[in-house]
């Protein structure tokens, strides 16, 4: 969403640059029309982060590596993120003056990366990566019935 949004301004802001005083008047109402597309990617985008935060809550729930704090924190956050975007659409809850929980997402998404790397390396530590497997038995070398 970033590399869009920075890519209408930077694209609009140089055509604006680069025009008379009639031609920037026009320039000014694609750039609002295109915001309005803007807009709307955004708004489906922040719906599926937030499905996707809720589900990984849910399926995190019971776990034995990531439990309840990572559950039901994915899922309160995931539920108030999808409630505010709901309410403000198509503006951004941050635009419509309430509480951007982006950045709460954001963290959360980061902390739950952090122990999925902390849960891998267990399970690496727990096999001997370094050793090469044993080669294949040679035929008829197998145990005898």
């Not at 419509?96 to 739950?112: S, T």
């Amino acid at each position: 969403m970033v590399i869009v949004q920075g890519t209408v301004m930077a694209w609009m802001g140089a055509r604006f640059v680069n025009s008379n005083e009639t031609e920037q008047k026009l320039v000014v109402t694609m750039y609002r029309s295109l915001r309005s597309i803007d807009l709307g990617l955004d708004l489906v985008w922040n719906v599926f982060i937030c499905i996707s935060l809720i589900l990984f809550g849910i399926s995190m729930l019971r776990s034995r590596h990531f439990g309840p704090v990572f559950g039901m924190a994915g899922i309160v956050i995931g539920i108030a993120l999808l409630t505010l975007n709901i309410i403000t659409a198509p503006n951004p809850p941050g635009s419509a003056g309430l509480v951007d929980l982006g950045p709460f997402a954001g963290l959360w998404f980061m902390v739950v990366s952090i122990q999925m790397l902390r849960v891998a390396k267990c399970f690496i530590g727990n096999r001997v990566v370094d050793k090469p497997a044993s080669p294949p038995a040679p035929p008829g070398a197998g145990p005898r019935s």
